[in-house]
């Protein structure tokens, strides 16, 4: 007792139309699974982003305090440069006048 060939193709143009409509289901699926992961992404960066602005805004940059110590070194190195001077100097003199 086969079905008869009308009812038969009615039954295959069925089939195929749900078939069409599983693919077209599982592409959208896989569509939204991709957009929700890029927006995933995004909503991170901006949250990174916002939680950082609102580290600066709590506590500004403030410029380094000067350190005390920063005007003595630049006349430290001209008093060891004025006193390596003459040292060297002398070195030369002393290897012209032994050779």
Do not use: N
């Not at 991709?34 to 916002?50: F, L, M, N, T």
């Not at 110590?69 to 006048?97: C, N, T, W, Y």
């Amino acid at each position: 007792m086969s079905p008869c060939p009308r009812a038969r193709v009615h039954l295959l143009e069925q089939l195929s139309g749900l078939q069409g409509k599983q693919q077209r289901d599982a592409e959208l699926l896989e569509d939204i699974r991709s957009y929700s992961k890029q927006r995933a992404a995004i909503d991170r960066e901006y949250g990174q982003v916002r939680r950082c602005h609102q580290f600066q805004d709590r506590w500004p940059r403030e410029a380094p305090a000067p350190s005390p110590l920063l005007p003595i070194r630049p006349m430290q190195s001209v008093r060891f440069r004025g006193r390596a001077r003459p040292h060297a100097g002398d070195g030369k003199l002393s290897e012209q006048s032994g050779a």
